[in-house]
């Protein structure tokens, strides 16, 4: 019964994939930082085409 009420509207939510990246830092790139690595994989998954899920908000990033 809806009892005057709208119904409540159904969201769907984006499909939310999970990948595991193993990688180590050799040679002169064991001195970057976290968050420039962090960077980096951000943009190899983007430059892959590999559909990533955003955060919300005024200026949206990839969820790593």
Known sequence: ???GRKPKR???TPLKICYR???S???DLR???HL???RALTRVLKRAGL???YS???KPKPKI
Request: net charge negative; glycine share 12%; aromatic share 16%.
């Open 1 to 3: 019964m809806d009892y």
């Open 10 to 12: 159904v969201h769907s």
């Open 21 to 23: 990246i193993m990688y």
């Open 25 to 27: 830092k050799i040679g």
């Open 31 to 33: 001195f970057i930082g």
């Open 36 to 38: 420039d690595t962090t």
């Open 51 to 53: 559909p990533l899920v």
């Open 56 to 58: 919300q908000g005024y």
